[in-house]
């Protein structure tokens, strides 16, 4: 893992996630808009600068719940054999605000390394005294690359879904 001195000392030790505000979402492009969607069921460990995190697939949460076993079924994240959805970071650069992570995502029984950036806010002290520490990262990933590959032809031409998925993820921890 790489990390800086300052990133080092601001990230030292061992940090409890807040999933209350936490969330893992995505969005893809369908026919003419964005087709977005969520997990509810979200997990991280952030120690020493390393972060690890997952999902359980099965929370799946999008607008139509009639889309919702489709999407758990094998056409796309296949629940039933691939239960959870997971990252694990290999490096986490800093620079003021702006972070840069590097690691693995595992999605449907496949692992690729996953770059992604964002923000990171903190630590800061809440009204109660704690010690809060907040990241977004976003990334672009080819869902093609992980097995999810379902897609219907549009009759003049092209496909109905895009490849490109948007992923974005905010992260909550607290000291202790």
């Given at each position: 893992m790489s990390t800086t001195d300052t990133t080092t000392d601001r990230f030292a030790g061992t940090w409890g996630f807040a999933p209350v505000h936490s969330s893992a979402d995505f969005s893809v492009k369908y026919l003419v808009?964005?087709?977005?969607?969520?997990?509810?069921?979200?997990?991280?460990t952030f120690?020493?600068?390393?972060?690890?995190?997952?999902?359980?697939?099965?929370?799946?949460?999008?607008?139509?719940?009639?889309?919702?076993?489709?999407l758990?079924?094998?056409?796309?994240?296949d629940a039933e054999q691939h239960p959870e959805i997971s990252f694990r970071s290999?490096?986490?650069?800093?620079?003021?605000?702006?972070?840069?992570?590097?690691?693995?995502?595992?999605?449907k029984?496949?692992?690729?390394?996953?770059?992604?950036?964002g923000k990171v806010s903190g630590p800061t002290e809440d009204f109660m005294g704690n010690t809060r520490l907040g990241f977004t990262f976003a990334t672009t990933i080819d869902r093609d690359a992980y097995g999810v590959s379902w897609n219907a032809d549009l009759p003049k031409g092209g496909k109905a879904l895009g490849n490109d998925v948007e992923l974005i993820v905010e992260l909550e921890f607290h000291k202790g």
């Open positions: 808009a964005k087709f977005r969607g969520g997990f509810s069921e979200l997990d991280a120690e020493n600068g390393q972060l690890a995190g997952s999902v359980k697939v099965a929370s799946i949460q999008v607008k139509d719940e009639n889309l919702v076993a489709h758990q079924g094998p056409d796309f994240f290999t490096s986490l650069e800093v620079d003021g605000d702006d972070v840069t992570i590097e690691g693995d995502l595992t999605l029984g496949v692992t690729k390394p996953l770059h992604a950036t």
